[in-house]
């Protein structure tokens, strides 16, 4: 595998800064609602972000990943039918270990994995049938494989895959509705890095 133009490419003391666009994708899995039954939908959503990696050996790597996202909820199959609940906005910071298999090649792959806590605010009831809307805020794992390739230098093009493992509670209406699911959303990323 060729090696990057400077011949240096990532190694132990490199931190890397990344500015993505990500679609963050909830799959609502193993949702339910009680009191009137149905499931659970919450809406994709594109962000930027940003994220930084430090390399403790060349091949090795801690990753902070910051970005918050907007996504409307709903129920649906419920005995009122499909129920507009409300919209939230979500903060998942999550920190990862990652293996970069080449990190001294113009592609170089990782995978990583590590942990989040996502965290829910500025939550609307959507009114009506909602009117008032909390979300529980909850730890979860994460697993990532991703990729660099040089462009030039210092600079890099990314493509990266996370699968955010992370469930949560919300009280509809003070508790009188409850709602759980797993929302654990597929996050996918293209972006721009800057080796440091």
Same mark, same amino acid.
Do not use: F
């Given at each position: 595998? =060729?090696? %990057? #133009?400077?011949?240096?490419?990532?190694? *132990?003391? !490199?931190?890397?800064?990344? =500015?993505?666009? &990500?679609?963050?994708? +909830?799959?609502?899995? %193993? !949702?339910?609602? !009680? #009191? &009137?039954?149905? /499931?659970v939908n919450a809406t994709d959503s594109f962000t930027p972000e940003v994220d930084f990696s430090y390399f403790l050996t060349d091949n090795i790597a801690l990753e902070? &990943? =910051? *970005? %918050?996202?907007? /996504? !409307?909820?709903?129920?649906?199959?419920? #005995?009122?039918? +499909?129920?507009?609940v409300g919209s939230t906005w979500v903060l998942p910071p999550a920190l990862t270990v990652q293996y970069h298999f080449m990190p001294k090649g113009i592609f170089s792959p990782y995978v990583g =994995?590590?942990?989040?806590?996502t965290i829910f605010y500025d939550t609307t009831a959507a009114g009506g049938t909602v009117n008032k809307l909390s979300?529980?805020?909850?730890?979860?794992?994460?697993?990532? #494989?991703? *990729?660099d390739f040089e462009l030039s230098g210092r600079w890099f093009a990314n493509v990266d895959v996370k699968q955010i493992f992370v469930d949560t509670k919300a009280k509809l209406n003070a508790g009188a509705i409850t709602a759980k699911t797993a929302l654990n959303p597929t996050v996918v990323s293209l972006g721009i890095g800057y080796r440091f």
């Open positions: 595998m =060729a090696q %990057t #133009a400077d011949g240096v490419g990532k190694q *132990a003391g !490199s931190i890397l800064v990344r =500015a993505r666009l &990500i679609d963050v994708i +909830p799959e609502d899995s %193993t !949702s339910s609602i !009680s #009191a &009137i039954g149905g /499931h902070l &990943i =910051a *970005a %918050t996202t907007r /996504h !409307s909820i709903s129920g649906g199959g419920t #005995a009122l039918g +499909p129920v507009q =994995a590590g942990v989040n806590y979300l529980e805020d909850n730890w979860g794992g994460v697993l990532q #494989a991703g *990729a």
